[in-house]
């Protein structure tokens, strides 16, 4: 899933990937490294996931958002993410269409927030 993230983001002239990680403290290390405006998780990655990269990031890189996605329709899982502080949720069979207009709408909240 991760490739196809890439190359959805990679078609878009005005997003650029600066980094890819396996699991959820991988991310939390990249994301101290290279201050990314906004990062996209799974919410079920390895080593936390998506949750506990959102709960991580506001003490490595407060100013950095998150999207999550998930495979997962389960009613709990957009909302568990929201709280633990992601920006925004999609759907993974979602992503084609709404990835890049959700990942411009977290940046703009990042630059006015």
Do not use: Y
Request: glycine share 10%; aromatic share 4%.
């Amino acid at each position: 899933m991760r490739s196809v993230i890439r190359e959805i983001i990679e078609m878009e002239l005005d997003l650029l990937v600066v980094g890819e990680a396996k699991d959820a403290p991988t991310t939390l290390h990249l994301v101290k490294e290279l201050n990314p405006h906004v990062i996209v998780t799974d919410v079920w990655m390895p080593g936390g996931g998506g949750i506990a990269v959102c709960e991580g990031i506001k003490s490595v890189a407060p100013r950095t958002r998150v999207v999550a996605i998930s495979g997962s329709t389960w009613d709990g899982t957009s909302e568990s993410v929201l709280k633990a502080g992601a920006s925004g949720f999609l759907i993974k069979d979602h992503a084609i269409t709404d990835l890049a207009p959700l990942i411009r709408s977290v940046a703009w909240e990042q630059r006015v927030g």
